[in-house]
């Protein structure tokens, strides 16, 4: 009666909450076929530990959230959010050979946002680009695409620079598109008048490597952070976003990610439930 | 020593509590020498009576606050929503020709959100264009310019389906430029990576109406819609915007706009000087 689609892919920060086995266990028992990490989870189990809970699950691996913030000026912190992203790197390898067959070694970039009390976003954005020129003979070398995601204009101060497809394709451009794509996140390119050729345009130039779903709703919370919803609990036109992803020859698995304190709230086997539903009703039409 | 800027205009929005006598009284007594005002506290007095008080005043018209609102599908609330702007047409007219020599006759525009229960982001603006469409013959006639408002992404469905200023140049280029410009409003519009490209395009295009600034701070307050500053206040880079706007030939007043509770709250006067001490030493270096 109500199959799960076999392209949904759960990202783990939809329950945050639970650990990396509980996220595993109810994934699986819910029927769904792959699902998302974040660096976290993983990391308190160690990486070793994470890739084998991974493999027995048979699961496949879509996404590891997130490597990026790297828009710090010259200088030991810089140097050190590099060092990270590689270690973030061999995790999303590691992680993708672990997954069952099918799985995407998809490292989910967000670029962070202006350093403290600087104004000048057009010099941050230019390190965010040299950052991931620093890094694109590691992905290379991992057989890993870091995904440069760009976030809602509404977190351009306090987390990503990078606020339209377009300009993250800019950036993309310039480097292998093995080692670089672009995330779509409806949520956060919904409103982008440009939204469409945008997506057309990562598609002809090979840049789609992941596209995740959510919904925009609003009164916003206090935390414009946890606005997040289920697919068709909000306004977008999930219709649109996903006959668009399709025509440009996407045909991975898709995550959906909601960050919102109620959903992190609610019993994690009914929000896989409740999300599965959504995936089904809104976005599983248009595929 | 503390000379108020010629240019500086005081959005009356700034002092939302003040009635329309208030609101003039404060502004001259600063050394102010223009005010932007709203719909509700002029007809609060009636037309007649405000372009009275305005004249005494002595001060500059710049802006109407506001018209737009016209995403409704057709029907009598469309047809309500444009009978009102005309009515905001005449008014903008009158307190233009009320207002002391410089005025200007431009009415700001806020397109609207996504009607309740729409998803359809390409219709909705469509309808925007439609009703800009059927007021130009109004504005023409008199003497008025629709400066279309791009809103902040984040006011994408509930307030504004207009999002950036290339996108509202796009609407405004199918009309009159005497009759349909755009407002830069730096709030709105300091995230876009186009946003320089695009300003001088509305120079170009002889669009560049009305040019407002605030701040931008982080973490929004819970009411995203009170979230503006104090010029210099925030993560802003006033220098590039302002110069953008110098050589895209902008020689107009600038109206500083601030939705903000504390402000709101704080005593008339001593908000007109804060803000003409912000607009001082974050503005008016780079004009």
């Avoid at 990270?84 to 099918?102: F, H, M, Q, S, V």
């Avoid at 992190?264 to 039409?285: I, L």
Wanted: charged share 20%; with cysteine; proline share 5%.
């Amino acid at each position: 009666m109500n199959a799960v689609d076999p392209r949904l892919s759960m990202n783990q920060a939809t329950i945050k909450y639970a650990n990396l086995e509980t996220a595993l266990e109810v994934t699986v028992d819910a029927g769904v076929q792959a699902i998302g990490l974040w660096r976290e989870p993983v990391n308190d189990v160690g990486l070793d530990v994470a890739t084998r809970m991974l493999t027995d699950s048979g699961l496949r691996f879509t996404t590891h959230c997130r490597g990026g913030f790297f828009t710090l000026p010259d200088g030991p912190a810089r140097i050190a959010a590099l060092d990270d992203n590689r270690r973030a790197i061999e995790e999303t390898a590691a992680l993708a050979a672990a997954g069952a067959a099918g799985s995407t070694a998809v490292l989910v970039l967000v670029a962070g946002g202006l350093p403290e009390g600087a104004r000048d976003l057009a010099g941050t954005r230019h390190r965010v680009q040299d950052a991931i020129g620093e890094l694109v003979p590691d992905a290379l070398a991992a057989g890993v695409t870091l995904a440069i995601e760009p976030l809602h204009p509404m977190y351009i101060s306090d987390r990503c620079v990078v606020s339209t497809l377009g300009q993250a394709l800019d950036i993309a451009a310039d480097f292998d598109a093995r080692a670089v794509g672009v995330t779509v996140d409806t949520f956060h390119v919904f409103w982008d008048p440009d939204v469409l050729i945008q997506i057309a345009r990562a598609g002809r130039e090979g840049r789609l490597a992941t596209y995740q779903v959510c919904d925009w709703k609003t009164p916003l919370p206090a935390d414009v952070l946890l606005s997040r919803h289920y697919p068709g609990d909000g306004v977008i036109d999930f219709g649109s976003l996903t006959r668009a992803v399709v025509d440009a020859g996407y045909t991975g698995d898709i995550e959906v990610e909601i960050f919102n304190e109620d959903i992190w709230a609610a019993e994690h086997r009914e929000v896989v439930r409740r999300t599965a539903a959504g995936f089904r009703d809104a976005v599983v039409p248009h595929l």
